[in-house]
């Protein structure tokens, strides 16, 4: 499984970059909003420049990316803070606006709470929101391996973002899940980082469930063709597929001999 895994982390991480023009800037001192309970992980790698107001009235621009969040109104995330290099407390019903990392775009109030909305609890989520919380537990991984292969420049190119959706549309297919309105899919993909840890957890959970993995490994090899960044791309593709036949070779292995017969 290591080699697996230690391929995927010498491709390096590459966040998201902030629109263009997007100046970013914080007051001289954070309001630090108290203590949560930042327990759940679900938001980690969402990714998003974000207008926000703290208790002071003092406003700020800046690029997070979220690292935990507590649920519970008043809902908080956790996140890196890309003005202050570290990791910063943001309260939900003080964000102003949000801008989309991949087209720098305002989002709606509608899209805003259609982002954040899977992630939090109560009025916060309707059907459509509990469905694509849903779609992302049984994607995540796949997604996160897949973007990390997917912006060698911190941009997703508009091939490798189809292939990104059509593995989350046939995934959800395979494992009967139902999925909501694409827009709701694009939104969460189109702002997503994965750090370097969450990949590697990810790509550690898909080699556990071999038939998981099977159905990434296409999408795997059809997003870094798609992608000229990408330097020796077949010689990196010889080594994943090399390191991923011998994982699974040793895994039957490991396995009782009259198991090992039927295989």
Known sequence: MQGVVDWFVRHGERPLAPPARFREYAPLDD?????????????????????????????????????????????????????????????????????????GRILSSHEQMALLAPYLNGAYRDPDSVALAALQEATRDGVFALLQLAMPDGTLGAAARVAVLNYVKAEAKAVGCRVPPHAYIELWLDNLSPPLEAVADSVANLLADKDKFARLLPCLLKVMRSHDGHPNREDAMRELMGKVRSHFRHKIFAWPRDVRATR
Do not use: K
């Open 31 to 103: 309001d630090p909003d108290g203590t949560n309970d930042f327990s759940d992980q679900s938001i980690r790698g969402l990714t998003f420049a974000l207008e926000y107001c703290d208790s002071r009235g003092w406003d700020s621009t800046r690029t997070i990316r979220c690292l935990a969040v507590d649920p519970i109104h008043p809902a908080a995330i956790r996140a890196h803070c890309n003005v202050r290099d570290e990791a910063r407390t943001f309260r939900v019903d003080r964000f102003i606006s949000i801008a989309d990392l991949r087209t």
